[in-house]
């Protein structure tokens, strides 16, 4: 035998849709969709609450905000590199008390050489 014993629910049923006959998609007019993006926009309530309001789901309505802001999850953006400005200055470098100046477009092997013979002086 068991001695599962039913008691009355609680709390009552807060809401019961009945569907009947062929489920169809709705159409959202531009004007319908702006203004539950708008809604949702203003942050006085969750996305997911102003959603489940208007009978949507959460992610139907993230996507109409991707559209109204002009971003698609497709689209990317064009990357690009930035552009280097190199300085005209004199790179100093002191060593063994002499300073050597070193100009834009100086050879790497003939300041090697010229820190190395330092090197062997200090």
Do not use: N
């Not at 100093?92 to 790497?108: K, L, P």
Request: glycine share 8%.
């Amino acid at each position: 035998m068991s001695d599962t014993v039913r008691k009355p629910m609680s709390e009552p049923v807060r809401r019961v849709e009945i569907f009947t006959g062929a489920g169809r998609r709705r159409t959202w007019s531009v004007e319908q969709k702006a203004a539950v993006v708008a809604e949702s926009l203003a942050g006085a309530e969750s996305v997911s609450a102003v959603a489940r309001r208007h009978g949507l789901t959460p992610s139907q309505l993230f996507g109409w905000r991707r559209q109204a802001s002009g971003r698609s999850v497709v689209a990317q953006e064009r990357l690009s590199f930035a552009s280097v400005v190199m300085g005209t200055s004199p790179i100093e470098i002191e060593f063994g008390g002499a300073t050597i100046r070193v100009s834009t477009g100086s050879d790497a092997a003939t300041l090697r050489a010229v820190l190395q013979a330092l090197k062997a002086v200090a």
